[in-house]
């Protein structure tokens, strides 16, 4: 399966608590975008990076969440002291450089209790 | 700022019935159009690509098309199956989309197709 993964597929945690997500994108793209999408909602975006770089944030991601793509490869989203709002699916995507089109992965459901 | 519209939230319809879905957006300068499905709890699968430059696109028993200058795109789904129940999304890439990997998403609309 050559697909964008992404690791854990779920996730409980207790208010406060950190957590840490990944994302493998599709092999030969080199842009990688997280989203979050809330029930009911369409996702919102996140963040972008290409390669390694981190390009674009949106407002919604606070001082609590942090993203890295440190080899240009896979790439991991982390939540400080998480609060019951973060509740929602967390998505990742990838894109070719110049194609544009992005590809989703399963997403991570996280609960915050 | 873009916003992007899908009416209705959510739709029913008998099996074999042909169907438009259909996505509005407030700026037409759009660098491209991304039609998607999303099963209950799952990720997105791209379905349909549309350039700002192109007018439709087909795959299948789905078309889509893109008018740019009035801020729409439908999408029309032939001979509709239970299989086709999901939620479609539609979502909008900015023009600068070489500089940018934001996506500006629809709602959705949940189809539901009764056997």
């Known amino acids: 399966d050559t697909g964008v993964s992404q690791d854990p597929r779920h996730k409980i945690t207790k208010r406060g608590q950190n957590v840490t997500f990944r994302c493998d994108p599709i092999?030969?793209?080199?842009?990688l975008y997280w989203y979050r999408q809330t029930l009911g909602q369409g996702p919102e975006f996140l963040t972008y990076f290409q390669n390694e770089a981190q390009l674009e944030k949106s407002r919604l991601l606070s001082d609590r969440f942090s993203a890295e793509r440190p080899k240009g490869s896979f790439s991991t989203l982390e939540i400080q002291r998480t609060e019951q709002g973060d509740s929602a699916m967390y998505l990742c995507a990838s894109s070719h450089d110049t194609i544009y089109e992005q590809y989703f992965g399963p997403g991570t459901r996280l609960t915050v209790t | 700022k873009q916003e992007v519209t899908q009416i209705p939230a959510a739709l029913s319809v008998p099996e074999g019935e042909n169907l438009v879905l259909n996505c509005s957006f407030t700026?037409?300068?759009?660098?491209?159009l991304q039609w998607f499905r999303q099963d209950p709890g799952k990720g997105l699968t791209s379905l349909l690509l549309?350039?700002?430059?192109?007018r439709e696109q087909t795959s299948g028993r789905l078309n889509a098309s893109l008018d740019k200058s009035s801020g729409r795109s439908t999408l029309y789904i032939a001979a509709s199956q239970p299989g086709d129940s999901a939620t479609y999304l539609c979502?909008?890439?900015?023009?600068?989309?070489?500089?940018?990997?934001?996506?500006?998403f629809g709602q959705g609309t949940t189809l539901q197709v009764k056997p």
């Open positions: 979502a909008v890439s900015p023009p600068e989309a070489w500089n940018t990997g934001k996506l500006i």
């Open positions: 700026d037409s300068a759009i660098y491209n």
């Open positions: 549309i350039q700002s430059s192109q």
């Open positions: 092999s030969e793209h080199n842009r």
